[in-house]
């Protein structure tokens, strides 16, 4: 994943691009860039790996290094950027925040129909960013050139370009899955993935940016490019996991959404009498704590942490690239409270499970640590299908997922076909896979949230929201 922020104002923009850019460091971090302009220097452009480093250390000096009126500023999970281009339209920088599925096809398609060379890296890949800037150039303005690589792309592209005459162009990915917004202050306007960076630093947010819209940013204001589609599939993930509490997206608080989710699975185990004898309420830190907080006020079981995670070294626990390093470091983290589990049963809301692998460690850890029986909650109902979108989950495979591997075991292949059962408390597959998940990961009890329940949370229409991960819809 990744995220990005960029400004345009009567004054030197990079302190607050610099802070703007920081704010969106939970959204990925294996590289992070910033690009300014500046009459006199022109086009600068600073990328650094982050994935030991965090954004704020290694750009701090980025004050001395540029300067300039208009700046981008990009954190991402995967290819080096912002990256400079010279073009038929000139030179400019660009940031996209996505995956391209089809960057093989698409790389044969440009090389075909103009000649030409890719930079390549290691392995021989080329960075999907310069294969969008090449689908842009095959059109003759920037407008044209955004609309077409969008339609060519299989998966998901957000795009923010800093051109050589200080203007901004911002673009939402095709149907919404990723939000956009624009913020206004007295002295010019900023662009945005979360809401907050922009509030942070005295912008208010002026606008969202419909599915597809394509604008153009200066400090007088916002000029529209391209209108918004009609189809919107924005990602629920972000409000059960990935967005900060503190962000909105389509007027729909992050924060506020979890605890309502946490509300409904309690309205849920209250009829179904599935909380019976639990002493506390806890989530797994951290994106899991508001579901659970909102699960404890309705159920009114007491809500209580009873481990915490030692984050002042290590983050965010998939940091390490290794899988076998990242597990090792999400158990040293966890620190426990012993008197809130030892002789407890213990009720834990966790945003979502997947592999199930730090999950399994988690139980564990909470039985070593004295805990009578552990009851697990997911914000988000099972999921069964990877991220083809937005690459949120790591698991190269379906059968990575847990949810499938266990239909796999329960009934073969076969049981592929019943998903929708599976994914259902009240029938038997649906009890069956839940079964199974509790004893892999020696669980009390499991329970999903409920498709039904999720968007009830979110509280928009459901043609509006992406659930492919949960029931495979596009």
């Known amino acids: 994943m990744g995220g990005f922020f960029g400004a345009v104002c009567k004054t030197d923009v990079v302190t607050d691009v610099f802070f703007g850019t920081d704010y969106h460091s939970h959204l990925g971090t294996r590289n992070a ?56 339209m000139g030179t400019y920088a660009i940031c996209v925040i996505g995956v391209v599925n089809n960057a093989n096809a698409l790389i044969d398609r440009v090389l075909n129909f103009g000649g030409g060379h890719f930079d390549a890296m290691t392995g021989g890949a080329v960075n999907s960013t310069e294969l969008i800037a090449a689908l842009i150039s095959q059109k003759s303005s920037f407008t044209e050139g955004i609309r077409f690589a969008q339609n060519q792309i299989e998966g998901t592209a957000s795009i923010l370009l800093l051109k050589d005459d200080g203007t901004l162009i911002a673009a939402r990915d095709k149907v919404g899955r990723l939000p956009v917004m624009i913020g206004r202050r007295e002295d ?114 007491p809500f209580a942490r009873a481990f915490i995670k030692y984050t002042p070294t290590w983050a965010r626990s998939f940091m390490p690239t290794d899988q076998t390093q990242r597990n090792r470091v999400a158990k040293m983290k966890q620190i426990p409270v012993q008197e809130l589990i030892r002789h407890k049963s213990l009720l834990f809301v966790d945003d979502s499970i ?15 640590s004295g805990a009578k029986a552990v009851h697990m909650r997911s914000a988000c109902p099972p999921i ?76 928009l229409p459901k043609e509006q929201l992406c659930t492919y991960c949960w029931n495979g819809e596009e």
């Open 354 to 368: 997947v592999r199930g692998t730090q999950l399994r460690e988690t139980v564990e850890f909470l039985y070593e």
């Open 33 to 88: 860039g910033m690009a300014a302009f500046d009459t006199g220097r022109r086009l600068q452009r600073v990328i650094h790996n982050i994935e030991n480093s965090p954004f704020r250390t290694r750009f701090e000096r980025i004050t001395q290094e540029m300067r300039g009126n208009a700046a981008i500023g990009v954190i991402s999970d995967f290819d080096p950027q912002p990256l400079l281009i010279r073009s038929v």
């Open 188 to 301: 010019g306007m900023c662009v945005t993935f979360e809401s907050f960076a922009a509030q942070k630093l005295g912008f208010e947010i002026e606008k969202e940016l419909g599915p597809g819209e394509i604008v153009q940013v200066t400090a007088e204001g916002v000029t529209q490019l391209s209108p918004p589609g009609e189809k919107m599939r924005f990602c629920s993930f972000l409000w059960s996991y990935y967005g900060y509490p503190t962000s909105t997206y389509e007027g729909v608080n992050v924060e506020v959404m979890r605890y309502v989710n946490g509300r409904i699975m309690a309205r849920h185990d209250k009829e179904m009498n599935n909380n019976e004898g639990v002493d506390y309420v806890g989530g797994v830190p951290d994106s899991g704590t508001p579901h659970a907080i909102g699960y404890s006020n309705e159920s009114g079981l």
């Open 384 to 459: 069964m299908y990877g991220c083809k979108f937005l690459n949120f989950s790591r698991a190269t495979s379906d059968l990575e997922l847990i949810a499938r591997r266990k239909i796999l075991e329960i009934e073969g292949e076969e049981g592929f076909k019943y998903i929708e059962e599976y994914s259902d408390f009240n029938t038997e597959r649906g009890k069956k896979l839940r079964a199974a998940i509790c004893d892999e990961l020696h669980l009390a009890s499991l329970e999903f949230q409920s498709l039904e329940g999720i968007v009830e949370a979110i509280g």
